[in-house]
């Protein structure tokens, strides 16, 4: 007996997710390059049901990992999970859930620190540009890294 189209859409959707977790517009994406644009919102509304698709709880866990594993910056987090076809407001509310913007500059200081000794041969000016460019990298806005290499070299000079 052959599977219904919905189905094998679903299947196929459930074996892309078997990997990583994904957002809902990468599961349209993939949908759509399998050929199932007929079926992709029947699918969608069956994967969601099942709860194997929610924006929310990826958004958050996306940043918690993230955030914590690699050490990146609210910008960092925001671009990626856009890139990841997320909605802003879903973004910002798992932001300020996850990573308030008030913990930004403690964090920032804490990577600086680290990546401060291990500049420990290079002096103090080079040292700072270096660690600032290192934070804003990992998405840490322009005034939280000054904020920390400021800190660091004020600390050296005493």
């Given at each position: 007996m052959d599977k219904a189209p919905e189905d094998k859409a679903f299947d196929q959707a459930c074996g892309?997710?078997?990997?990583?977790?994904r957002t809902r517009h990468e599961l349209v994406g993939y949908l759509a390059k399998r050929g199932w644009n007929d079926i992709t919102e029947i699918v969608m509304e069956r994967l969601?049901?099942?709860?194997?698709?929610?924006?929310?709880e990826f958004a958050t866990a996306w940043i918690r990992e993230r955030a914590t594993a690699k050490g990146y910056g609210r910008r960092r987090l925001m671009s990626e999970l856009t890139r990841l076809g997320v909605e802003r407001r879903t973004i910002d509310a798992a932001l300020d859930d996850e990573y308030p913007a008030e913990t930004e500059t403690d964090r920032a200081a804490g990577l600086a620190a680290e990546r401060w000794r291990r500049l420990s041969t290079v002096d103090p000016y080079k040292k700072g540009q270096q660690v600032f460019g290192y934070l804003v990298r990992r998405g840490f806005a322009a005034g939280a890294a000054k904020e920390a290499v400021d800190a660091?070299?004020?600390g050296e000079r005493d």
């Open positions: 892309f997710l078997s990997y990583r977790p969601e049901r099942a709860g194997l698709v929610d924006d929310t660091l070299i004020r």
